[in-house]
């Protein structure tokens, strides 16, 4: 192998980091919902009563009460709380 | 709820404003790192990376809180070699403290429960004894033998005291009274060698051949000696001839063990059992399974700690031809038990063995001359007419 080919496989290798594609999973009742995204890009807006994130491709807003986040690793966020609506908003730029 | 590792590593409490809760969190989405944001900006760090989440917040405006949790309460006391050390002596002193039996006491109604302690003492278990260098078997039989007055003893431990359960002996001094009439009858056909009459009227006398049902005491009292009815009570021994037999088969069935594997391993710590693996299922045909049990002593005495191994060893059927000595041999020794059975509550006078040899097998038969009691009790009833 030629230092050429070691180099253009060290940028192969550097290049194909799987990003998590959007999946969502949703637990609990009607008091209490536990709402876990993975491959969300950006959280742009958080409080109490609303959330938007951002993944690729579109928005996830999520409205209700007493909502609270917990941000894991590898683009994964946890939304819970009492949820009243989840939309997919969808980018048209 | 905090997490156990926060709790035992040490942590802190960061706090954000309402309104950075967004940037911070896209922070750690970023940073990949792992955080749970409450509504009021403040969320819990591990002590080693709060120098890491300072420096990604940067600018943004937070306070960190002193580090909690065991770590916590380390670094403060880090210094204070005098608390450290009285920490450590308590310690000790609650563990030997638990090492020794406090007090043994007597569980239920017992009238003697001084003798009853005393005997315990005697046997071993005394306030003072160590748990660990006591054996509870040991001391529950030696109390037992040693005592007169108890039937029954189990020693529980509660903490450190041992309560004692126990089950005083009753004894019954009178026989049940018997109601209604009997007489005393034959057993066996034999010949009449000895009687004794506590109740009811002898109608044999020794050296009388009897048949099996004939009557020997009788429960009717006849009316030149009074007249009525009783319950016959006595003793009648009878010389009578028996005949028992064996016979074994020529054709066999013998195991013949094919292969042997471990089947299961588990560890008993403590009384607690913990399973290693287990190869096999519940239900398995053609095989044994030999389960051994390893234990382990200390200075003499076994510890609660023992390993169970379990190995299966797998069988085929065969049948198998006796020759003629292993046939003999067979029989012989199913005859002596039988012989030892029949024998159990009676007198061998003399015995005749006899065997041969028949297509099928062999069979051996012995004729033989007890004395036993023959006496057996027949229950009447008297009829109005």
């Not at chain 1, 941000?71 to 609506?85: M, P, R």
Request: charged residues 25%.
């Amino acid at each position: 192998m030629t230092e050429k080919n070691r180099k253009q496989l060290k940028e192969i290798v550097g290049k194909t980091i799987v990003q998590p594609q959007f999946h969502c999973e949703i637990d609990g009742g009607a008091a209490h919902t536990s709402i876990i995204l993975s491959g969300i890009n950006s959280i742009r807006d958080f409080s109490e009563s609303a959330v938007l994130l951002r993944t690729r491709g579109f928005f996830v807003k999520i409205t209700g009460k007493n909502l609270s986040l917990a941000v894991y690793e590898n683009k994964t966020v946890e939304i819970s709380g009492k949820i009243l609506a989840m939309e997919l908003i969808y980018d048209k730029n | 709820m905090i997490r156990i590792d926060y709790l035992i590593l040490g942590y802190a409490t960061v706090r954000v404003d309402k309104e950075h809760i967004t940037a911070v969190s896209q922070l750690f989405l970023k940073n990949n790192i792992a955080v749970r944001i409450k509504n009021d900006g403040s969320f819990a760090v591990r002590a080693r990376e709060i120098r890491r989440i300072t420096d990604i917040l940067g600018e943004i405006p937070h306070t960190v809180s002193e580090i909690k949790g065991l770590y916590g309460i380390w670094l403060k006391l880090k210094k204070r070699y005098g608390i450290i050390a009285a920490l450590i002596v308590t310690l000790m002193l609650c563990i030997a403290s638990t090492a020794v039996v406090w007090d043994v006491r007597i569980d239920g109604e017992c009238e003697d429960a001084d003798e009853v302690i005393a005997e315990l003492e005697d046997a071993g278990l005394s306030p003072g004894k160590l748990w660990l260098t006591l054996d509870k078997n040991k001391i529950e039989l030696t109390a037992l033998k040693s005592s007169d007055s108890i039937a029954w003893l189990n020693i529980n431990r509660r903490g450190n005291v041992a309560y004692v359960r126990v089950v005083p002996k009753e004894v019954h001094n009178t026989e049940p009274e018997k109601s209604g009439y009997a007489s005393i009858v034959a057993s066996h056909d034999c010949v009449i060698e000895e009687i004794t009459v506590k109740t009811g009227i002898a109608l044999v006398k020794p050296g009388e051949s009897v048949r099996a049902g004939e009557v020997l005491i009788s429960g009717v009292i006849p009316t030149e000696l009074g007249g009525g009815y009783c319950y016959a009570d006595g003793e009648v021994k009878g010389r009578l001839t028996d005949r028992i037999s064996a016979f074994t088969s020529n054709e066999v069935i013998e195991k013949t063990y094919t292969d042997k594997k471990i089947g299961s391993l588990s560890i008993s710590f403590f009384g607690k059992e913990i399973n290693i693996f287990k190869l096999y299922g519940n239900s398995q045909e053609n095989c044994d399974i030999i389960e051994k049990k390893h234990e382990i002593e200390l200075l003499g005495k076994k510890i609660p700690i023992f390993c169970t191994v379990s190995h299966v060893e797998y069988f085929e059927n065969t049948g198998v031809t006796l020759s003629a000595d292993e046939l003999v041999a067979l029989t012989s020794e199913k005859l002596r038990h039988k012989l030892l059975e029949r024998t159990a509550c009676a007198d061998l006078i003399s015995i005749r063995t006899e065997g041969a040899f028949t297509d099928s097998g062999y069979e051996m038969y012995a004729d033989m001359v007890v004395r036993e009691n023959v006496a057996s009790i027949r229950e009447f009833q008297l009829t109005a007419e």
